[in-house]
């Protein structure tokens, strides 16, 4: 009897100890994609849109963006998903102006956000350095946006990666100790680039967001010339976190 007690002791003891050492206990990395009622995050945003049909060529533009959660519902398969308010205004001294509405939500270890009916993958989980998957799936990448009047494949060419989990990152005057950062898209040509990255940061959420997608048909004649310089349609926008709760 003291013999079989003795054993299973030391089963239990046993047990327990693999369960502490289970990797799906690790941290998945949920929290560099938080979803809270009441939390907002305020954003700069830089512009630079080409278009060749206008009277500026290039046009820059600086907006401020507030994305607040402010609800909670359900898809048709009872999915939790949190509403996502998009407030826009050009100054501090203007109030701010509901132009969208959004969601997110994580679902079968993927953090999915859907913009404008279209469902992003933004991330999987766990987190993992090297990881990469197709983040636009859920449409067909050769949909046609319009960009100051102008049609592009905006999408074409897009293949997420994730570069970095867990590395200190500075962006604008705000310091993070735990930002992860994901390569959205990095293809280019003689006639298109696409190429974009994000960055979040654990316990906030995105903080930085930067995408290139610009056409040209001036190829032998800017030869070497910066996309910048040559663009002939699209845009660039850069996206940088300056308040958050």
């Known amino acids: 009897m003291k013999h079989s007690f003795f054993i299973l002791s030391l089963l239990c003891l046993l047990a327990s100890c693999k369960e502490e050492a289970d990797p799906f206990q690790a941290?998945?990395?949920?929290?560099?994609?938080?979803?809270?009622?009441?939390?907002?995050?305020?954003?700069?945003?830089?512009?630079?849109?080409?278009?060749?049909?206008g009277?500026?060529?290039?046009?820059?533009?600086?907006?401020?963006?507030?994305?607040?959660?402010?609800?909670?519902?359900?898809?048709?398969?009872?999915?939790q998903l949190f509403k996502i308010e998009r407030f826009e205004r050009t100054a501090d001294t203007l109030p701010w102006q509901v132009t969208k509405v959004f969601t997110?939500?994580?679902?079968?270890?993927?953090?999915?956000?859907?913009?404008?009916?279209?469902?992003?993958?933004?991330?999987?989980?766990?987190?993992?350095?090297g990881a990469s998957w197709n983040a636009n799936i859920h449409f067909d990448p050769s949909l046609i946006v319009t960009v100051a009047g102008e049609s592009i494949e905006m999408f074409k060419g897009w293949s997420s990666k994730i570069e970095s989990v867990g590395e200190a990152d500075t962006v604008g005057i705000l310091q993070f100790p735990e930002v992860v950062t994901i390569r959205l898209a990095d293809e280019e040509n003689l006639i298109e680039l696409r190429r974009g990255f994000e960055k979040?940061?654990?316990?906030?959420?995105?903080?930085?967001?930067?995408?290139?997608?610009?056409?040209?048909q001036c190829i032998e004649q800017c030869e070497g010339q910066p996309w910048e310089e040559k663009a002939e349609k699209g845009f660039i926008l850069r996206q940088k976190l300056v308040g958050y709760n």
Request: avoid cysteine; charge should be negative; aromatic fraction near 14%.
């Open 200 to 216: 979040y940061a654990k316990g906030i959420g995105l903080v930085y967001k930067e995408l290139w997608i610009l056409d040209t």
């Open 104 to 129: 997110a939500s994580i679902q079968n270890n993927q953090a999915i956000r859907t913009e404008d009916n279209l469902r992003f993958i933004k991330m999987p989980f766990p987190l993992r350095d």
């Open 55 to 79: 009277d500026t060529a290039v046009f820059f533009s600086k907006t401020q963006v507030k994305e607040e959660i402010v609800d909670t519902l359900s898809d048709n398969l009872g999915n």
């Open 27 to 53: 941290d998945f990395g949920y929290e560099y994609f938080p979803l809270e009622v009441g939390k907002y995050l305020i954003y700069e945003v830089d512009s630079t849109i080409y278009d060749p049909t």
